[in-house]
């Protein structure tokens, strides 16, 4: 898992559903799996170095952000790991470059749009001196598959 060093609820959520899914699986999270990194595209450029120089057993990498994703797709493009043959890769944003990247990332798209009208909403209520009252949204991401991932009996 390649997150951020950032001090923020978004990488803790993060994190913490990286391990319950390992967990869901009977996989125990090794600390050794995570690095915390700047979450920018030489960020990711330094999280694959750390990921290579590891030693580990590696079959999936899930980063922060698709910009970082990018960043280790790079560096493991110029040392000549293949994706997803060798090693999967998955991002969080779904940003536009995730659809131009080789292979395509796939990666974690959130409903930006619904999230910018509540917000807007919710602005115009302030503005307007309405105070609503207390509440907490939850929006759905969704998984979109496209080419950096393979199962993992095909390594």
Do not use: K
């Given at each position: 898992?390649?997150?951020?060093?950032?001090?923020?609820?978004?990488?803790q959520?993060?994190?913490?559903?990286?391990?319950?899914?390992?967990?869901?699986?009977?996989?125990?999270?090794?600390?050794?799996?995570?690095?915390?990194?700047?979450?920018?595209?030489?960020?990711?450029e330094?999280?694959?170095?750390?990921?290579?120089?590891?030693?580990?057993?590696?079959?999936?990498?899930?980063?922060?952000?698709?910009?970082m994703?990018?960043?280790?797709?790079?560096?493991?493009?110029?040392?000549?790991?293949?994706?997803?043959?060798?090693?999967?890769?998955?991002?969080?944003?779904?940003?536009?470059?995730?659809?131009?990247?080789?292979?395509?990332?796939?990666?974690?798209?959130?409903?930006?749009?619904?999230m910018?009208?509540?917000?807007?909403?919710?602005?115009?209520?302030?503005?307007?001196?309405?105070?609503?009252?207390?509440?907490?949204?939850?929006?759905?991401?969704?998984?979109?598959?496209?080419?950096?991932?393979?199962?993992?009996?095909?390594?």
């Amino acid at each position: 898992c390649v997150t951020s060093d950032l001090p923020i609820i978004d990488r803790q959520e993060r994190l913490d559903g990286y391990r319950e899914a390992l967990e869901e699986y009977g996989i125990s999270p090794d600390p050794r799996w995570v690095i915390s990194v700047p979450f920018n595209e030489e960020g990711g450029e330094r999280a694959a170095h750390q990921l290579i120089n590891s030693g580990l057993p590696l079959t999936a990498a899930v980063t922060f952000n698709d910009v970082m994703a990018a960043g280790i797709m790079r560096i493991l493009h110029q040392r000549g790991v293949q994706l997803p043959q060798q090693l999967s890769i998955v991002g969080f944003d779904d940003v536009v470059l995730a659809r131009y990247l080789y292979p395509a990332l796939t990666t974690m798209h959130y409903p930006v749009e619904q999230m910018a009208r509540c917000a807007a909403q919710l602005a115009i209520q302030l503005y307007q001196g309405i105070t609503p009252p207390p509440s907490s949204n939850h929006f759905n991401a969704e998984l979109v598959i496209r080419d950096s991932v393979a199962p993992y009996f095909s390594r």
